[in-house]
C-alpha cells in the first residue's frame, strides 16, 4: 500500500481481548527472561540438575524455591524428596527423584553462598508465579477470542485479522 491509499482500519476487538493478550505476553515474557537467569545459576551451581529434571518444570522450581542450594536438599533428603513428589505428581519416578536427592551431596557446581540462596529462590518463586499469572491469563484470553470473529489462534499465538473496510 502507498502512502496516499487508504488503510485498512482494524476491526474492532474486545478492548478486554486486548488486554488479556496484552497481559499474557506481558508475563510470557517476564517468565522467560527469569527463566534465563535460572539456567545462568543453575549452570553454575547446579549444572547436573538440567540433565535430571526437565529444566523450569515445577519438580525443579519447587525444591529450588523451597531450599535454594544443593547443600540444603542434601540435608533435608527426606522432605526434599516429598516436595518433589508432590510437585511432579505421577510424571515424575521414584529413580528421577532418588537421583536429584542423590546428587545434590555430591553436586559438580560452585557451592551457593548465603546470599545467593536467596536469589535463586525468589527466581523460583516468580517463576512460579509467573507461570500461574501466564495460564490464567492464556485462559481468559481463550474463553474471550472464542467469540470474537477477528481472533484467530496461529501456532500458539492469537493474532487479530485485518479485514478491509
Known amino acids: 500500500m502507498g502512502r496516499s491509499e487508504k488503510w485498512p482500519l482494524r476491526p474492532e476487538v474486545d478492548p478486554?481481548?486486548?488486554?488479556?493478550?496484552?497481559?499474557?505476553?506481558?508475563?510470557?515474557?517476564?517468565?522467560?527472561?527469569?527463566?534465563?537467569?535460572?539456567?545462568?545459576k543453575l549452570a553454575t551451581y547446579r549444572p547436573e540438575l538440567e540433565r535430571l529434571l526437565k529444566f523450569g518444570s515445577v519438580a525443579q522450581l519447587e525444591p529450588l524455591c523451597h531450599y535454594g542450594s544443593a547443600r540444603e536438599v542434601a540435608k533435608?533428603?527426606?522432605?526434599?524428596?516429598?516436595l518433589m513428589r508432590k510437585a511432579g505428581g505421577a510424571g515424575l519416578s521414584q529413580a528421577k527423584i532418588e537421583g536429584v536427592i542423590a546428587s545434590s551431596?555430591?553436586?559438580?557446581?560452585?557451592?551457593?553462598?548465603?546470599?545467593?540462596?536467596?536469589?535463586?529462590?525468589?527466581?523460583?518463586?516468580?517463576?512460579?508465579?509467573?507461570?500461574?499469572?501466564?495460564r490464567e491469563a492464556e485462559k481468559r484470553v481463550h474463553a474471550l477470542s472464542t467469540s470474537e470473529p477477528e481472533?484467530?489462534?496461529?501456532?500458539?499465538?492469537?493474532?487479530?485479522?485485518l479485514t478491509s473496510p
Do not use: D
Not at 478486554?16 to 545462568?40: D, K, V
Not at 481472533?151 to 485479522?161: A, F, K, L, P
Open 16 to 40: 478486554e481481548l486486548r488486554a488479556s493478550i496484552e497481559e499474557m505476553s506481558m508475563y510470557a515474557q517476564m517468565y522467560q527472561n527469569l527463566l534465563g537467569r535460572l539456567e545462568g
Open 76 to 82: 533435608e533428603k527426606e522432605c526434599a524428596a516429598k
Open 105 to 134: 551431596a555430591i553436586s559438580t557446581g560452585v557451592v551457593a553462598s548465603k546470599g545467593e540462596q536467596p536469589v535463586v529462590q525468589v527466581i523460583c518463586h516468580e517463576l512460579l508465579r509467573l507461570r500461574k499469572l501466564k
Open 151 to 161: 481472533t484467530e489462534r496461529v501456532g500458539g499465538t492469537y493474532q487479530i485479522r
